[in-house]
């Protein structure tokens, strides 16, 4: 998880901004309806079309069962 969230944005020397939620960051987070921590990190793409909720900048721009 720290490969596609924090150490990016480290490796793109933007960590101050994004790459971790705190408070002052951008947000910019997709839910998955599976547990990152009990899931392999291989198997992880096998879930990237079943998200059910995409924040941008820190607001909700879709929402499974909603038609934003």
């Known amino acids: 998880l720290r490969m ?3 150490d990016a944005a480290a490796a793109l ?3 101050a901004e994004v790459g971790s939620l705190e408070e ?3 947000a910019d987070l997709a839910v998955f309806p599976v547990d990152a921590t009990e899931t392999p ?3 992880l793409i096998h ?3 079943e998200g059910v ?3 941008v ?3 909700i ?3 499974e069962g909603t038609s934003r």
């Open 47 to 49: 879930h990237a079309r």
């Open 53 to 55: 909720l995409t924040m």
């Open 61 to 63: 721009v879709w929402q």
């Open 24 to 26: 002052g960051k951008g």
């Open 4 to 6: 596609v969230t924090i």
């Open 13 to 15: 020397g933007m960590a």
């Open 41 to 43: 990190e291989e198997a």
């Open 57 to 59: 900048n820190g607001r």
